[in-house]
């Protein structure tokens, strides 16, 4: 059974920074392309970033610039360098894998997320 189990979450001011990380367990082929969507409070899910086994990138595009996505592809982790947080930056975050899935939205897999609140 694949779980994914997310860290990293927390309170950080604006402007600050934290790294998200995201372990899959449960299967030895790649769970690749993975990535990231959030939701804040009364609002639907966002895309956030997405990496596929080749390592290219997608951003929405409010986080480009300021988020970084890489992973490991051997070990079915990613993680995302999240650097001059704002306070729509705040919600629960939550890791996915897509194989062979077409969107994020249909994504098979996902953890049960870890909390970013922005706030000074």
């Known amino acids: 059974q694949v779980q994914l189990v997310e860290s990293g979450g927390g309170l950080v001011q604006p402007g600050g920074s934290l790294t998200l990380s995201c372990a899959a367990s449960?299967?030895?082929?790649?769970?690749?392309?993975m990535g990231w969507w959030r939701q804040a409070p009364g609002e639907s899910r966002e895309f956030v970033a997405e990496?596929?086994?080749?390592?290219?990138?997608s951003y929405e595009r409010s986080v480009k610039g300021r988020f970084t996505i890489s992973g490991d592809i051997a070990k079915n982790t990613v993680y995302l360098q999240m650097n001059n947080l704002r306070s729509d930056d705040t919600g629960a975050y939550f890791c996915?894998?897509?194989?062979?899935?077409?969107?994020?939205?249909?994504?098979?897999?996902w953890g049960q997320g870890t909390q970013v609140t922005v706030s000074s």
């Open positions: 990496i596929t086994i080749s390592q290219s990138t």
């Open positions: 996915y894998a897509r194989p062979g899935d077409s969107a994020w939205t249909t994504a098979r897999y």
């Open positions: 449960g299967t030895s082929f790649s769970l690749y392309p």
